[in-house]
């Protein structure tokens, strides 16, 4: 997903993250579940078209950080990763270039 104020070609993916004691559990935006709320106009932006469309949010920071504040925002996420114990290290070492 790309905001639209992007004009380098860089765009942004929106995750959520818990740690729990040793577990680290990781969120990321669904491009399905944020075409939808497009379409429900609950965000605004765009939906490209084709096999692989990519989806633009047009919306201010300040509504995009609203929603993902809210209880809402839950639909838009789909958990990618459950790490137990051993993710500090690995976090750790990938931070610091020795990974």
Do not use: C
């Not at 579940?33 to 949010?57: E, F, H, S, W, Y």
């Not at 839950?74 to 990974?99: M, P, Q, T």
């Amino acid at each position: 997903m790309r905001y639209a104020d992007v004009s380098n070609g860089r765009g942004y993916q929106i995750a959520r993250y818990t740690v729990e004691g040793d577990e680290l559990t990781i969120w990321l935006t669904s491009v399905d579940k944020v075409k939808q709320a497009i379409r429900n106009k609950q965000l605004r932006g765009d939906v490209g078209l084709g096999m692989l469309p990519v989806v633009t949010i047009s919306d201010s920071w300040p509504k995009i950080a609203a929603l993902l504040k809210s209880t809402k925002s839950n639909d838009l996420f789909v958990r990618v990763g459950h790490l137990e114990s051993s993710w500090k290290v690995i976090l750790s070492n990938y931070l610091s270039g020795d990974a």
